[in-house]
């Protein structure tokens, strides 16, 4: 495994190095990443039993010429990632832990420890809505597989396999899938990244 996951960082870091040749705020947001050094790891990946599994097959399946090179590199890791969901249960939708979740590389209780900065990758299942949150770490996803919707401040787009969706610190935001589950990158950055998404 931990030559998969070498791997699997290299090619993060390659991918998100294509776009921080471009001096905006995403290019910024994405040369944190590929800047950072990457302690070694002090956890271990063990096979997942996570609801999110069932999704794994079908998720690497709706990438693009430009995504498929990472998600090669992520198919044999992904069912050893660390997949949970871990934010406050909400009544009206009680499924949503086995519908969605993140399975975090380095970060503050990652695999690889790093208490400033996190990287990781998000599960969606098909049909499922993320529902509008917020919180203080900046946020950079690279959308590897699946059309969804995403909405940021109100405005409702479709983002595509390698597309690049930066959410700074505090804003509202949320994702919905429909018939293809959604398999995204993510980085968090900025004073803090402990602190967990609040729902609105
Ligand atoms: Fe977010």
């Not at 495994?1 to 390659?14: C, G, W």
């Not at 109100?154 to 959410?167: A, I, N, Q, Y």
């Not at 804003?171 to 900025?190: C, D, V």
């Amino acid at each position: 495994m931990p030559n998969f996951i070498d791997h699997l960082i290299e090619e993060s870091k390659r991918f998100l190095n294509g776009r921080a040749q471009i001096n905006d705020d995403i290019g910024q947001e994405a040369a944190k990443f590929v800047m950072r050094e990457i302690p070694p790891s002090i956890g271990t990946f063990e096979k997942s039993n996570s609801p999110l599994i069932r999704w794994l097959e079908e998720a690497i399946q709706f990438g693009s010429s430009e995504t498929e090179g990472l998600l090669k590199a992520l198919k044999p890791v992904l069912p050893f990632l660390p997949w949970k969901y871990n934010y406050k249960p909400r009544p009206d939708m009680p499924d949503l832990g086995s519908r969605m979740g993140w399975g975090e590389i380095l970060g503050p209780e990652a695999p690889f420890r790093d208490e400033h900065f996190c990287y990781g990758f998000t599960l969606l299942g098909k049909n499922t809505f993320y529902p509008a949150h917020y919180h203080p770490a900046t946020e950079l996803y690279i959308v590897l597989s699946g059309h969804a919707e995403w909405t940021l401040d109100g405005v409702t787009t479709v983002r595509h396999p390698g597309e690049f969706v930066l959410h700074p610190s505090n804003r509202i935001h949320s994702m919905r899938t429909t018939e293809e589950p959604l398999l995204a990158l993510y980085t968090w950055s900025g004073e803090d990244v402990v602190t967990l998404s609040k729902y609105v």
